[in-house]
Nanobody, 114 residues
Framework: VQLQASGGGLVQAGGSLRLSCKAIGINFAINSMNWYRQAPGKQRELVAAVTGDGRTNYADSVKGRFTMSRDVARRTVYLQMSSLGPEDTAVYYC?????????WGQGTQVTVSS
């Protein structure tokens, strides 16, 4: 299993970014895919998830601003982030679990300037 995340960067408050995570060795119809983030000095937190049957869930802090989607043919999940604020600054990781083992992408930095 390999997870390849990309799309982070520097954006002004109120702006948008789209993160991508290509998943190799994962069956989207079976495995949930998740986006986590970790801000400096804070614990890693779950931001969004999409289940094998396509249902999405979001942390309260991002509801209405972030949208997670997937492209099964491209084996890629996305996190569209809008109305970004400084509190969204973090390293974002894609994650999945397969056969009781956690897999993580390399992380992509998102920095929101005020």
């Amino acid at each position: 299993v390999q997870l390849q995340a990309s799309g982070g960067g520097l954006v002004q408050a109120g702006g948008s970014l789209r993160l991508s995570c290509k998943a190799i060795g994962i069956n989207f119809a079976i495995n949930s895919m998740n986006w986590y983030r970790q801000a400096p000095g804070k614990q890693r937190e779950l931001v969004a998830a999409v289940t094998g049957d396509g249902r999405t869930n979001y942390a309260d802090s991002v509801k209405g601003r972030f949208t997670m989607s997937r492209d099964v043919a491209r084996r890629t999940v996305y996190l569209q982030m809008s109305s970004l604020g400084p509190e969204d600054t973090a390293v974002y990781y894609c994650n999945t679990m397969r056969q009781s083992r956690d897999y993580w992408g390399q992380g992509t930095q998102v920095t929101v300037s005020s």
